[in-house]
């Protein structure tokens, strides 16, 4: 296996980085843009663009990359760490690929069957720029010669993963969820700002809010007017197939809900709720909310509020632009890497 430095790491993903960039409106961006859809058709040329820069500006800058992977010690000597990714957001699983390869450690791949045709692009990419990554990277069914293991996947799947990687070093992730936090004075704008974060990647991501927290006399006639931009979401097929599917369930059940054409909002205390569906729960007192946020932490991906005002929150319209730091579940991928 090939040493690579850690400055040579950098500057191989710096310039993945870049390549990412230039994918835009280009006849090899559409090309993989295409391939992709054909093989999930959530993924869509909108999405996978925003996915795409999302990367390249927020995990692949080269300064930002050299002061994140300095907070780390260098790991002992290379480990075969197996990820088993999830395919529910375009690109879901390059923070661990990134965490993996840049602590210097081997990647198995255990790619989603919903999301081959990204990862294997970006990997290559990533091996013609750096060629001794060649070693480093391969893609797996089975993850046997694995000596630690990162896997993410629903609360079921995460017990099968504890059956069969509990003697291994291993993080496992379940289903967790985001929260919006309301005190009933946002102004037009902010709510917008919720709206994307509610909507974007049409609501598939453990980083999208599906619950909010609202004041008890709180009304929707402001957020539903200041979400109107998002309404395209129900012109996709699969997106209005969910939306026709959960308001013919609730009106036969005659469950009450509030509706503006492409998103259906139903008191319920669950924090995950359907797609093109968003639950609330109402409080008294603002502290009763922050109780409940801190009952459920262990269910939540991330707390959002307009302008980030609550400690530990992220502004409205930030919760899809996570940085470095940002990691899923609360876990530190890399302290855990480069202490294997």
């Not at 480990?79 to 999830?86: C, D, E, L, Q, T």
């Not at 000596?147 to 996947?153: E, L």
């Not at 049409?202 to 909010?212: A, D, H």
């Not at 979401?233 to 997106?239: F, G, P, Q, R």
Request: hydrophobic letters at 40%; charged letters at 20%; aromatic letters at 10%.
């Amino acid at each position: 296996m090939g040493f690579i430095d850690l400055p040579s790491r950098i500057a191989a993903f710096a310039r993945l980085g870049h390549w990412m960039t230039e994918l835009k409106n280009s006849p090899e961006g559409d090309a993989l843009a295409r391939r992709a859809h054909n093989e999930n058709n959530w993924f869509t040329p909108e999405t996978i663009e925003l996915a795409l820069d999302t990367i390249a500006q927020r995990y692949l800058d080269g300064a930002a990359l050299g002061a994140w992977a300095a907070k780390y010690p260098e790991g002992n000597s290379p480990k075969n760490v197996g990820i088993i990714m999830a395919g529910n957001v375009p690109a879901v699983g390059f923070h661990d690929t990134l965490s993996v390869l840049v602590s210097g450690h081997r990647l198995l791949a255990k790619l989603s069957a919903q999301d081959t045709v990204l990862m294997r692009a970006l990997l290559t990419k990533l091996i013609q720029i750096e060629p001794r990554f060649a070693d480093r990277i391969e893609f797996a069914e089975r993850l046997n010669a694995a000596d630690a293991v990162i896997a993410t996947g629903s609360d079921n799947s995460a017990r099968y993963f504890e059956y069969y990687f509990g003697k291994k070093p291993h993080v496992i992730r379940k289903n967790r969820t985001s929260v919006a936090l309301l005190t009933g004075v946002e102004p037009a704008e902010e709510l917008a700002h919720l709206g994307a974060d509610i909507l974007t990647y049409f609501g598939l991501g453990c980083r999208n809010v599906s619950k909010l927290y609202v004041p008890d006399d709180y009304r929707f006639d402001e957020f539903y007017e200041a979400i109107e931009a998002q309404g395209d979401v129900i012109l996709h097929h699969k997106y209005r197939n969910n939306y026709d599917y959960n308001k013919s369930v609730m009106l036969v059940n005659q469950t009450p809900f509030l509706d503006n054409g492409f998103l259906l909002l139903h008191e319920n205390p669950a924090l995950v709720s359907p797609i093109s569906v968003v639950h609330f729960d109402r409080y008294a007192h603002l502290d009763d909310a922050k109780a409940a946020l801190h009952a459920q932490a262990d269910r939540i991906q991330c707390v959002t509020s307009a302008g980030g005002w609550l400690p530990g929150s992220v502004a409205f319209g930030t919760a899809q632009t996570p940085t470095l730091t940002d990691y899923a579940d609360g876990v530190d991928t890399m302290a855990f890497l480069t202490n294997l």
